[in-house]
């Protein structure tokens, strides 16, 4: 009897102070709100279609339909923010001790996190299973009237939040051909390859050995396209990165990083990897956390997207925020208002706003999502 009372007491400290502590030490903003805007700005802002690339909110254990004082976005909070699709990105391994270095594949940071946030005991160890527990929360959102799920083309389009699923590092598949259906059948659109660390399908910007697409993941290539899953190349290594854009027949995504030319780092892309993703079609999502953009100030988010839309071209830039992925940014989801008035105060125009904020991202999505 002793004993099970002291588990219960364990698990509810896990849950109830130590997770909710962790979450917001770890995925804090420089300032809080509100976040100033002018009228006008927001009046652009809400009419037009607003799309970040890559959240990690999911893997918090956070009601995201709930307003939190802590963490960097959920529902209302998107609301306030006027996005109207966020990429949830569904983190299934961490190595030990994030530093920007190379990390092998041998150690694992997430099983007390997915017991502290009470989940199947078989997602405690296992990446699919996280996968899989992380996909079905976020379908539970769904009943809520005002958040859907995308999983066609038609998807897009309507009122209320949107949420695509992506995963982050396809170690989740754990080295399994027949794991990518059983995720597409989970909900999942968008797929980064790798993660921190090299696994089955290619070689990661942090991985021992940073090789480039293993056979499986030559393999996966073409069924990832026939699914109308966009392949996502953030984190990929300089191999992977550009192999990949060899074997393509769609747009793929940088789902959240940053540029070399302002800001050089193991994973931000440079000069020529940006004119490659332009000739295929694609869209880099800018982060806004410090080493995607060395200066994580609206001022060095803005300078980044200047410079990726002066070697990439406008219809290749986007926003990818890494919102809830272990960063400090300026502001949270609700600041994207104030993006916007940073962007026309440093001279862009209307059209050009419009597509950085989410244009690119739909145009790319119509394209790959299943009909
Ligand atoms: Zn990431």
Same mark, same amino acid.
């Given at each position: 009897?002793?004993?099970?009372?002291?588990?219960?007491?364990?698990?509810?400290?896990?849950?109830?102070?130590?997770?909710?502590?962790?979450?917001?030490?770890?995925?804090?903003?420089? *300032?809080?709100?509100?976040?100033?805007?002018?009228?006008?700005?927001?009046?652009?802002h809400h009419n037009a279609f607003v799309a970040d690339l890559h959240a990690d909110?999911?893997? %918090?254990?956070?009601?995201?339909?709930?307003? &939190?004082?802590?963490?960097?976005?959920?529902?209302?909070?998107?609301?306030?923010?006027?996005?109207?699709?966020?990429?949830?990105?569904?983190?299934?391994?961490?190595?030990?001790?994030?530093?920007?270095?190379?990390?092998?594949?041998?150690?694992?940071?997430?099983?007390?996190?997915?017991?502290?946030? %009470?989940?199947?005991?078989?997602? %405690?160890?296992?990446?699919?299973?996280?996968?899989?527990?992380?996909?079905?929360?976020?379908?539970?959102?769904?009943?809520?009237?005002?958040?859907?799920?995308?999983?066609?083309?038609?998807?897009?389009?309507?009122?209320?939040?949107?949420?695509?699923?992506?995963?982050?590092?396809?170690?989740?598949? =754990?080295?399994?051909?027949?794991?990518?259906?059983?995720? &597409?059948?989970?909900?999942?659109?968008?797929?980064?390859?790798?993660?921190?660390?090299?696994?089955?399908? $290619?070689?990661?910007?942090?991985?021992?050995?940073?090789?480039?697409? *293993?056979?499986? #993941?030559?393999?996966?290539?073409?069924?990832?396209?026939?699914?109308?899953?966009?392949?996502?190349?953030?984190?990929?290594?300089?191999?992977?990165?550009?192999?990949?854009? *060899?074997? $393509?027949?769609?747009?793929?995504?940088?789902?959240?990083?940053?540029?070399? #030319?302002? /800001?050089?780092?193991?994973?931000?892309?440079?000069?020529?990897?940006?004119?490659?993703?332009? +000739?295929?079609?694609?869209?880099?999502?800018?982060?806004? %956390?410090?080493?995607?953009? /060395?200066?994580?100030?609206? &001022?060095?988010?803005?300078? $980044?997207?200047?410079?990726?839309?002066?070697?990439?071209?406008?219809?290749?830039?986007?926003? #990818?925020?890494?919102?809830?992925?272990?960063?400090?940014?300026?502001?949270? *989801?609700?600041?994207?208002?104030?993006?916007? +008035?940073?962007?026309?105060?440093?001279?862009?125009?209307?059209? =050009?706003?419009?597509?950085?904020?989410?244009?690119?991202?739909?145009?790319?999505?119509?394209?790959?999502?299943?009909?």
């Open positions: 009897m002793i004993c099970v009372a002291l588990v219960i007491l364990v698990l509810s400290v896990l849950r109830f102070a130590v997770l909710p502590h962790y979450d917001r030490i770890h995925n804090s903003v420089l *300032t809080a709100g509100p976040y100033p805007a002018s009228e006008k700005t927001r009046t652009v909110s999911l893997l %918090w254990g956070r009601d995201l339909n709930k307003r &939190h004082k802590r963490g960097q976005v959920d529902l209302p909070r998107l609301r306030d923010g006027g996005v109207d699709l966020q990429v949830f990105s569904v983190v299934t391994k961490v190595p030990e001790s994030i530093k920007y270095s190379t990390y092998g594949s041998d150690s694992d940071n997430l099983p007390l996190l997915f017991v502290a946030a %009470w989940r199947h005991p078989r997602s %405690w160890f296992s990446p699919m299973a996280r996968a899989i527990v992380q996909a079905n929360e976020l379908k539970r959102l769904t009943a809520s009237s005002s958040f859907s799920l995308v999983l066609h083309r038609d998807d897009l389009h309507g009122n209320g939040i949107k949420g695509l699923l992506a995963l982050e590092g396809m170690q989740a598949l =754990e080295g399994q051909e027949q794991s990518l259906l059983e995720l &597409h059948t989970a909900g999942y659109r968008m797929m980064g390859l790798t993660h921190f660390f090299d696994n089955e399908i $290619a070689g990661s910007s942090f991985g021992v050995d940073q090789y480039g697409l *293993t056979d499986l #993941g030559r393999k996966l290539i073409p069924q990832m396209e026939k699914l109308g899953i966009t392949i996502d190349l953030a984190h990929a290594s300089t191999a992977t990165f550009s192999e990949t854009l *060899t074997l $393509a027949t769609k747009p793929v995504v940088v789902s959240h990083g940053g540029v070399h #030319g302002t /800001c050089p780092g193991p994973r931000n892309l440079t000069d020529s990897q940006l004119r490659g993703l332009a +000739e295929n079609g694609g869209v880099i999502g800018i982060g806004y %956390w410090k080493t995607a953009v /060395c200066d994580a100030s609206l &001022h060095g988010i803005v300078t $980044a997207i200047r410079y990726a839309i002066k070697i990439a071209g406008i219809d290749h830039v986007g926003l #990818g925020s890494d919102f809830d992925g272990h960063v400090t940014t300026p502001f949270d *989801t609700t600041g994207l208002p104030m993006l916007t +008035e940073a962007l026309f105060a440093d001279g862009f125009s209307k059209t =050009e706003v419009k597509k950085v904020l989410g244009g690119n991202v739909l145009r790319l999505l119509s394209l790959n999502l299943p009909k």
